[in-house]
């Protein structure tokens, strides 16, 4: 296969693959996908849970073709678990059946030197995770950083070697550098500022939730058998919900599901006894689905 280089031809090739694999994607998306690729920039896509930004990172490798590699973040995630770690284990066991086979060779002796001699930091015994894997990959690569804004601002450290460079330094074996930079894409929920050297490496795309009839194409195209007239009501229900003051507000993945929802049960009128009937789709919070009861004014 050849580089895809760029991943896109064109903003406008962007718009119309990434809708090919059912995301719909606007403008200033297309046209920020697009250049991620054609100047092989890492993407940073922040924004509220549930708009869609870690979707792109997968349309983008759907419609390239490429392999996805997810680093999935976390307060507490070190080096050991986003770059790599030794098989510690293997390296023992390696080592006991080398002094054993040494050992009946000479007769039953041994040495520390032919334990010395015994190499156990190569390739064998490297445990790559996602960062290294991704580095080290020759096929098309889309790696997803996911919820950056999780991890602890040390790990940025260890992703400013990665980003700027697109290279690491294992001290037992060398600086390992890509062969074919990935399509790099950060996701943030904006938790927390992240730092400016990581930000300056990036491209920036912030996204929010769509507007009715951005959300209303959305959810028809992924639910095709969803009546027009359901659709407008499932969407203004949304947004209604949307402006509450929610622990979790609906992400269009669970506007999708509870279009799925209404269409498996058969539902041809959102009314009150619909909503409160269905309301779990799409709050997952006991006290967001009781806030929605009384601020909407639903009727069972």
Same mark, same amino acid.
């Given at each position: 296969m050849p580089q895809p280089n760029p991943w896109f031809s064109s903003p406008a090739d962007a718009v119309d693959r990434l809708a090919a694999s059912g995301y719909l994607a606007d403008p200033a998306t297309a046209t920020t996908a697009y250049l991620a690729g054609a100047l092989e920039k890492p993407l940073l896509v922040e924004g509220p849970a549930g708009v869609g930004k870690t979707e792109l990172a997968k349309a983008v490798a759907r419609v390239t073709g490429a392999d996805l590699v997810r680093l999935q973040c976390y307060e507490g995630l070190d080096e050991a678990r986003a770059l790599y770690e030794w098989n510690y284990k293997k390296q023992l066991l390696s080592i006991q059946a080398s002094a054993a086979a040494k050992q009946a060779a000479n007769g039953g002796a041994t040495s520390n030197g032919d334990l010395r001699d015994h190499e156990i930091f190569t390739d064998e015994f490297l445990l790559t995770r996602p $960062? $290294?894997?991704?580095?080290?990959?020759?096929?098309?690569?889309?790696?997803?950083?996911?919820? *950056?804004?999780?991890?602890? *601002?040390? =790990?940025?450290?260890?992703?400013?070697?990665?980003?700027?460079?697109?290279?690491?330094?294992?001290?037992?074996?060398?600086? +390992?550098?890509?062969?074919?930079?990935?399509? =790099?894409? $950060?996701?943030?929920?904006?938790?927390?500022?992240?730092?400016?050297?990581?930000?300056?490496?990036? $491209?920036?795309?912030?996204?929010?939730?769509?507007?009715?009839?951005?959300?209303?194409?959305? =959810?028809?195209?992924? +639910?095709?058998?969803?009546?027009?007239?359901?659709?407008?009501?499932? =969407?203004?229900?949304?947004?209604?919900?949307?402006?509450?003051?929610?622990?979790?507000?609906?992400?269009?993945?669970?506007?999708?599901?509870?279009?799925?929802?209404? *269409?498996?049960?058969?539902?041809?009128?959102?009314?009150?006894?619909? +909503?409160?009937?269905?309301?779990g789709v799409v709050l997952k919070h006991a006290s967001d689905q009781e806030r929605a009861i009384k601020e909407l004014r639903l009727k069972a």
């Amino acid at each position: 296969m050849p580089q895809p280089n760029p991943w896109f031809s064109s903003p406008a090739d962007a718009v119309d693959r990434l809708a090919a694999s059912g995301y719909l994607a606007d403008p200033a998306t297309a046209t920020t996908a697009y250049l991620a690729g054609a100047l092989e920039k890492p993407l940073l896509v922040e924004g509220p849970a549930g708009v869609g930004k870690t979707e792109l990172a997968k349309a983008v490798a759907r419609v390239t073709g490429a392999d996805l590699v997810r680093l999935q973040c976390y307060e507490g995630l070190d080096e050991a678990r986003a770059l790599y770690e030794w098989n510690y284990k293997k390296q023992l066991l390696s080592i006991q059946a080398s002094a054993a086979a040494k050992q009946a060779a000479n007769g039953g002796a041994t040495s520390n030197g032919d334990l010395r001699d015994h190499e156990i930091f190569t390739d064998e015994f490297l445990l790559t995770r996602p $960062l $290294l894997t991704a580095i080290r990959r020759e096929d098309p690569t889309v790696l997803l950083i996911d919820e *950056v804004d999780k991890t602890d *601002v040390e =790990v940025e450290g260890l992703l400013l070697e990665v980003l700027s460079d697109f290279q690491v330094t294992i001290p037992e074996l060398g600086t +390992v550098a890509a062969v074919r930079r990935p399509f =790099v894409v $950060l996701t943030s929920n904006a938790t927390r500022e992240l730092s400016e050297a990581v930000k300056r490496r990036c $491209l920036y795309l912030h996204l929010e939730y769509p507007d009715a009839e951005r959300e209303r194409e959305i =959810v028809t195209s992924q +639910v095709p058998d969803l009546e027009d007239r359901v659709a407008a009501q499932l =969407v203004a229900t949304i947004g209604k919900l949307r402006d509450l003051d929610l622990k979790k507000a609906p992400s269009i993945a669970e506007s999708v599901d509870w279009a799925r929802t209404l *269409v498996a049960l058969e539902i041809g009128e959102l009314d009150d006894k619909a +909503v409160t009937d269905t309301l779990g789709v799409v709050l997952k919070h006991a006290s967001d689905q009781e806030r929605a009861i009384k601020e909407l004014r639903l009727k069972a």
